[in-house]
């Protein structure tokens, strides 16, 4: 059983920065595809990030491309969301998500596992 459990978030104004990250447990990481996505309230869930098992290929939303990096550890079982300025657009619950087909994907109905997500507010 795969754990994976964010951290990170916070509150910050606008223009400022943040890093989330996601430790993984119960599996080695360098066999699970990874995403981030983020639900605002009274919204959807929606895709933010995907990295390969690799790190080799990563996707974006086009909201958050060239502000958003996600990247990997996998020597130490932790994905990281890098965000940049923030907006509060982006004010969100941000979950971590693993897909052990290890091939990235932006529709949540692929990742098979789920943190229980760290809250990024961005005020104006």
């Known amino acids: 059983q795969v754990q994976l459990v964010e951290s990170g978030g916070g509150l910050v104004q606008a223009g400022a920065s943040l890093r989330l990250s996601c430790a993984v447990s119960?599996?080695?990481?360098?066999?699970?595809?990874m995403g981030w996505f983020r639900q605002a309230p009274g919204k959807e869930r929606e895709f933010v990030a995907a990295?390969?098992?690799?790190?080799?290929?990563?996707y974006y939303a086009d909201s958050v491309k060239g502000r958003f990096t996600i990247s990997r550890n996998n020597a130490e079982n932790t994905v990281y969301l890098q965000m940049i300025s923030l907006e509060p657009e982006d004010t969100a619950v941000y979950y971590c998500?693993?897909?052990?087909?290890?091939?990235?994907?932006?529709?949540?109905?692929?990742?098979?596992?789920w943190g229980q997500g760290t809250q990024v507010t961005v005020s104006s």
């Open positions: 990295i390969s098992w690799s790190g080799g290929s990563t």
């Open positions: 119960g599996r080695t990481l360098g066999s699970l595809a």
């Open positions: 998500a693993a897909d052990p087909f290890g091939s990235a994907e932006p529709g949540p109905q692929y990742y098979d596992y």
